[in-house]
């Protein structure tokens, strides 16, 4: 009887003891597997955003985000590779990828958000629309470029004297859109005609047939020929044409 115990109680163990070691070995042997560095994951798609992006800007300010802190990925025996997925450009909220290249490969994707900062021309005041712009209605300061979506301007020479198409709130950061050039012609008005041929000037009146802002080639009907030519605004009330 004692040794029918033994057995039983010995084959009971066994059995107990082949399912433990069934269940903990490859949860052990997971368990003693080198795992990556999550940080190291986020400084390798920090770096490749910093290098991709140069020394364009100011200031660069990267944060990295959606690595979830219970993935388990084994540790990469060669260096870990950071990509951007075509057509997602490396500013605001974007996405970049990182991936491991040795004999059990993996990808994954982070979630960064990028801040490009430079120093643009904004408003110093409310403007209102068809406001002929002054160094005075203008200061510099350092913006987030990734989320001017209609642009910047960072030269005063670009935007003064340009006439706004819209009202402008004080601080709003000026863009190219914002902006129409002032009109040196107007159609229906009197126009002074220079023609040049060869070293010789020759001055004329006419009416023009068009608005005209610098450089703008417009139509000009001859006050006395009534002959329609083309010619270049050159200035206030001026256009020049080469004969």
């Known amino acids: 009887m004692m040794k029918i115990l033994i057995d039983n109680s010995g ?10 070691s069934g269940l903990l070995g490859p949860w052990s042997a997971f368990a003693s597997t080198p795992i990556h560095n999550l940080e190291a994951i986020q400084q390798t798609a920090n770096a490749f955003v910093r290098n991709r992006i140069g020394d ?3 200031r660069i300010d ?3 985000t959606g690595l979830d802190r219970r993935l388990r990925l084994h540790q990469c025996e060669s260096e870990l590779e950071a990509f951007s ?3 997602r450009p490396l500013q605001g909220n974007t996405t970049v990828g990182v991936r491991c290249n040795d004999n059990k490969p993996w990808t994954l994707y982070v979630q960064a958000k990028v801040n490009l900062y430079k120093t643009v021309l904004v408003t110093s005041q409310g403007l209102p629309r068809g406001t002929e712009l002054q160094a005075s209605h203008l200061r510099r300061e350092q913006r987030d470029i990734s989320s001017l979506n209609l642009g910047y301007l960072t030269d005063e020479s670009n935007a003064i004297g340009q006439i706004l198409k819209r009202a402008l709130r004080p601080d709003a950061a000026l863009a190219p859109q914002h902006l129409q050039t002032r009109k040196l012609v107007k159609r229906g008005e009197r126009v ?8 010789i000037e020759v001055r004329m009146n006419g009416k023009a047939l068009s608005d005209g802002a610098m450089g703008d080639r417009i139509r000009i009907e001859n006050q006395r020929t009534k002959r329609i030519i083309e010619a270049i605004v050159s200035a206030r009330g001026i256009a020049r044409v080469t004969l």
Do not use: N
């Not at 002074?192 to 070293?199: F, L, P, R, V």
């Open 192 to 199: 002074g005609i220079i023609a040049q041929i060869g070293e």
């Open 85 to 87: 997925p075509p057509g």
């Open 56 to 58: 364009e800007y100011e």
């Open 62 to 64: 990267t944060q990295i």
């Open 11 to 20: 084959s009971r163990l066994l059995v107990i003891t082949g399912l433990l």
